[in-house]
Each structure stands twice: as structure tokens, then as C-alpha cells.
């Protein structure tokens, strides 16, 4: 059972560096690097296998994976493991907390100096563990966007509190006080390269101008970068005849577009070949403001830049 790839080409580098992995002590260097020296990691365990004679015998390790020193992508990683009895015991885990819609729900959430940053899951797989030919256990990862300020968060504080949540149930270790976990997570983090990592900076909203635009005018004034306020570094950006679609500083669809009355029509296509065509109404079209809605979806969008 498999959550479509966000990004399919990351999830088969990170394969090879889990398999082939060098680690190297904690100098300012990657806790594990591939052999082509493309992709690295930054973090290490959260909890071992303690539990293996109470109900939670589950494992799980966090890391910051940067693509190319960050210049291709920083994200949030959790490689998950827990036992099962049986068979059985799996088959009814499918049917609850790990059924598809529930996986794609997944998310973490790290709180370190009384603040909580949280990571939604884009992308969370699944896979069976066995023995001697019967399930004994699943393994499930996690990755999802990390911005720069949750990344300077985690370089600067010890985790107080990690929290997994893989489909429907939570996994979660409180801290009380710096471990050797902690230190060596936070000592991991102080490595990671956060001068290529994507940011956004948004105006004071007192700056922002709320003066309403003519639709006549919307081909003109929609020309910019525009920023989706419930969607994790979402970017829409017009040109005069262009459209492209950034997360978190990565190229997702580009095409052309053109409004009709309050219809924006968009064709194009994803990075990954598919074709990304279709029509939003803009609902609402002010100066450094936008709300487009989408097969039921509103989504408000602030001018930057």
C-alpha cells in the first residue's frame, strides 16, 4: 500500500542510502551520506526497541535529509518500525490506522523550547516485515517539508517532546531533561546547511492593499508571485503567459493560462509528465490578494515579492 510519490526520484536515493550508507562521526559532517555524496543526513534514534515487553514495542529514528547541500530540497524524515504478533494482527492494522487515507494524514510534530513544529507527511509508505515467511512487523516512511525556521528551532534547542503519527495512532517520547538522544539529534541539527534552504518573507499584513480590482484589470494585476496561506510554501507565479507552481522553492507544474471574466483556465503539465489542466474561479481579486477556488477548494493567496 503506497502513498503516490511527491517527489519519486528522493524516495529511490534515499533507498540507496539506507542500504549503503557511510557514517561518519559528528563533526559538522552528515550522520550518514549515499555513496555519491548527494544526499545526507542529519539526526539519529528517538526511541529504540525498549518497549519489545509492554504494548508500544515500536522503534523510530528522525532525520533532516538535504538533497545536494539543500540546493534540490531539506525535508523531514522518520524511519518507523513496529512488531506485530501475528498476521492477523496486521491484517487488522490495515483495516484501522493503516488504511490508505488514514496514511496520507500522517504528520510529526517536535516540541523544543515550549515551541511545536509541525510537518505534515507528503509522502508515507508503507511495508511488511517477515520471518520465516510470517508477517512479524511493519516498517512505515515518513517525509515531509521542513522550513528554515523549524530547522533553526531544532539547531538551537533540544527536543522536549517527538511525536509521530502514523495513519490514525500516535507514537510519541517526552524528554524531562537533555539525554544523549537529545544532544546528539540537537549536535546533528547544527549541521545541517539551512543557506540554501528555501524561505519565504512575507509583508506585515498592514502592508498588504486590499483595494479591489475591476475584472478587466485581473490579466494585468495578477502578473507576480503569489503565496497560498493554507498550503506549506505553496507559490503561484504569473507571468504574461506563463504560469508555474513552486513548493518550497521546487518547480511542481508549469504551463499557460489565461482568465475569462472570473475563470483562470490553466494547461500545462507536473514535472513527473502529467497533464495538469483545468479551470479556477477567481472568487475574489484584490490588489495583493487572491481567493481561487478549485473543484470546492478556496484557497486564499497573498501577494510577495
Known amino acids: 500500500m503506497k502513498r503516490k510519490s511527491f517527489t519519486p526520484y528522493l524516495l ?62 531539506t525535508f523531514a524524515y522518520v524511519s518507523f518500525y513496529e512488531s506485530v504478533n501475528s498476521r492477523n494482527e ?51 516512511n515518513l517525509q515531509g517539508n521542513i522550513s528554515k525556521e523549524q530547522v533553526m528551532l531544532l539547531q538551537n534547542n533540544e527536543i522536549q517532546k517527538f511525536k509521530v503519527v502514523i495513519g490514525g495512532k500516535p507514537y510519541e517520547r517526552t524528554f524531562n531533561r537533555s ?25 506585515n499584513p498592514s502592508e498588504l492593499d486590499l483595494t479591489e480590482i475591476e475584472s478587466n484589470e485581473y490579466s494585468a494585476v495578477i502578473i507576480g508571485k503569489w503565496l497560498a496561506q493554507n498550503i506549506e510554501g505553496l507559490i503561484l507565479e504569473f507571468t504574461e503567459d506563463k504560469i508555474i507552481v513552486n513548493q518550497m522553492g521546487r518547480i511542481v507544474s508549469e504551463g499557460t ?28 481579486f484584490l490588489k495583493d490578494m487572491i481567493i481561487l477556488k478549485d473543484k470546492g477548494q478556496e484557497i486564499t493567496y497573498e501577494r510577495i515579492e
Open 90 to 140: 496486521y491484517n487488522n492494522a490495515i483495516n484501522d490506522y493503516l488504511n490508505e487515507e488514514k496514511l496520507k494524514a500522517s504528520f510529526i510534530e517536535i516540541q523544543a523550547n515550549n515551541m511545536v513544529a509541525r510537518i505534515q507527511a507528503i509522502n508515507c509508505i508503507l511495508e511488511p516485515k517477515t520471518t520465516l515467511g510470517d508477517i512479524s512487523g511493519y516498517s512505515v
Open 257 to 284: 493560462y489565461k482568465i475569462a471574466g472570473t475563470r483562470l483556465i490553466y494547461t500545462g503539465e507536473t514535472i513527473d509528465g502529467r497533464s495538469n489542466n483545468g479551470v479556477s474561479n477567481l472568487e475574489l
Open 12 to 73: 529511490i536515493l534515499l533507498f540507496v542510502a539506507l542500504i549503503s550508507p557511510n557514517v561518519y562521526s559528528q563533526d559538522c559532517k552528515p550522520t550518514i551520506v549515499s555513496d555519491d555524496g548527494t544526499v545526507e543526513y542529519f539526526g539519529g534514534k528517538i526511541r529504540d526497541l525498549v518497549g519489545i515487553l509492554t504494548d508500544d514495542k515500536s522503534a523510530y529514528s528522525f532525520y533532516i535529509i538535504q538533497m545536494n547541500k539543500g540546493k534540490e530540497g
Open 179 to 203: 539525554t544523549k538522544i537529545t544532544q546528539s539529534i540537537r549536535n546533528a541539527m547544527k549541521c545541517v546547511n539551512i543557506d540554501n534552504m528555501f524561505e519565504i518573507k512575507k509583508r
